[in-house]
């Protein structure tokens, strides 16, 4: 089992403890940190020595598409991933990351099951899914290739796939938001990208949905088809 460090000088919730003990072997330590998972009065977040902490809400997520009316047959990533009728299409997300990408394509119609690699942003993602109770959305820790059980169970429909790259095409001067900031420090870049691409296309299923600039060049295998939005292009692959 996965080692999660916390940071805390207070006893960490029973609940909160119970959510992470299913997944990690959680151990607390009282020394000051300067960067990592700190639990305090206000809750579990992660702290960047540099540029400040981040910590997840789904709910707060869902409410920003509140008053936003999506018409999937105009939105770029739905019409990427195929998503018609809700809950008619299953999505597997490889990489949750802040979980954002995710609560706009389970806002689309479509049911969800995310993965997250990193074990501090999947231990912060699991205690927000479990604050947003949603039946259609779930979070598991580890890499999506690992869950072979879970594949054969519920397989999903596609799979989308939205890796960390380095900054392409931006001015030195020009850093991003504070959040992806933090990311990048945490997670750092994607080396395997070609690696999840090939095993999508031996998994068995037919759809690979995958996120880039929107000039940014594609992977070395032709898309079957491109998506391209305001700020992103969604590159479809449709095996045979």
């Known amino acids: 089992m996965q080692s999660l460090m916390i940071h805390s000088k207070i006893p960490i919730d029973p609940v909160i403890l119970e959510i992470l003990t299913r997944v990690f ?23 960047s020595l540099e540029r ?13 598409h509140s008053n936003k009316k999506y018409t999937n047959s105009k939105e770029p990533l739905a019409k990427a991933l195929g998503i018609k009728r809700a809950g008619e299409t299953h999505v597997w997300d490889l990489t949750c990351g802040s979980g954002k990408d995710s609560i706009l394509i389970l806002k689309f119609g479509a049911k969800v099951t995310a993965f997250e ?37 519920n397989p999903p429909d596609v799979f989308y796939y939205d890796p960390m790259y380095p900054e392409e095409g931006k001015k ?38 995958i996120k880039r600039g929107v000039k940014s060049p594609t992977l070395k295998s032709k898309p079957s088809s491109q998506f391209v939005g305001k700020t992103a292009r969604y590159d479809l692959y449709v095996f045979p």
């Open 52 to 64: 400040g902490h981040i910590q997840f809400s789904f709910s707060e997520l869902w409410q920003s």
């Open 25 to 47: 072997d959680v151990q607390q330590c009282s020394e000051p940190c300067d960067s990592g998972l700190i639990y305090d009065e206000e809750g579990l977040f992660y702290k």
């Open 117 to 153: 690699r990193n074990p501090s942003v999947a231990a912060l993602l699991l205690l927000a899914q479990t604050e947003f109770e949603s039946k259609s959305f779930e979070v598991h820790y580890g890499q999506a290739s690992k869950h072979l059980k879970l594949l054969a169970i």
């Open 172 to 209: 030195k001067t020009a850093l991003p938001r504070k959040e992806m900031q933090v990311f990048r420090e945490l997670v750092g870049r994607d080396e395997d990208i070609e690696d999840v691409f090939d095993w999508a296309k031996r998994s068995g299923v037919k759809r690979f949905v």
